[in-house]
């Protein structure tokens, strides 16, 4: 297990950068242009990185 210490104003940054990379994701597993096989990878990594 990997530990960090963040101040709050840290925590906020780091809070905005996950939701954004998880927006990311979500706007990605929507384009038609993206091959089935490589959406199916992206839904495996999301769910395995934002599952609780």
Request: net charge negative; aromatic share 8%; glycine share 2%.
């Amino acid at each position: 297990m990997i530990g960090m210490l963040l101040n709050q104003k840290e925590l906020k940054e780091m809070e905005y950068l996950i939701k954004r990379e998880m927006d990311e994701i979500l706007f990605d597993l929507k384009d038609d242009r993206i091959d089935h096989i490589v959406k199916r990878a992206m839904e495996e990594r999301y769910k395995i990185l934002f599952s609780p």
